[in-house]
């Protein structure tokens, strides 16, 4: 598989290979080189802010939560 550098130094991902890896827009890639080769890593890095973002939902819809908020009977 080959992939052009765009003038900004960007590159596209193979979907192939974005599916087999389950790289997804978000995932952090680390690159470094060896012996002259270009190498990517995915990361397992997380923002402990995303991993409980919902975690906490009271079951409720924003609706219902507003009209408590605003005393709307």
């Given at each position: 598989?080959?992939?052009?550098?765009a003038?900004?130094?960007?590159?596209?991902?193979?979907?192939?290979?974005?599916?087999?890896?389950?790289?997804?827009?978000?995932?952090?890639?680390?690159?470094?080189?060896?012996?002259?080769?270009?190498?990517?890593?995915?990361?397992?890095?997380?923002?402990?802010?995303?991993?409980?973002?919902?975690?906490?939902?009271?079951?409720?819809?924003?609706?219902?939560?507003?009209?408590?908020?605003?005393?709307?009977?």
């Open positions: 598989m080959q992939a052009k550098v003038q900004r130094g960007q590159v596209t991902i193979p979907k192939s290979l974005r599916d087999q890896l389950a790289i997804h827009p978000g995932t952090i890639l680390e690159f470094h080189t060896e012996q002259g080769k270009l190498i990517a890593v995915k990361t397992n890095i997380t923002n402990p802010v995303d991993e409980l973002f919902g975690s906490l939902g009271s079951g409720r819809k924003t609706d219902e939560i507003m009209a408590t908020l605003r005393d709307d009977s």
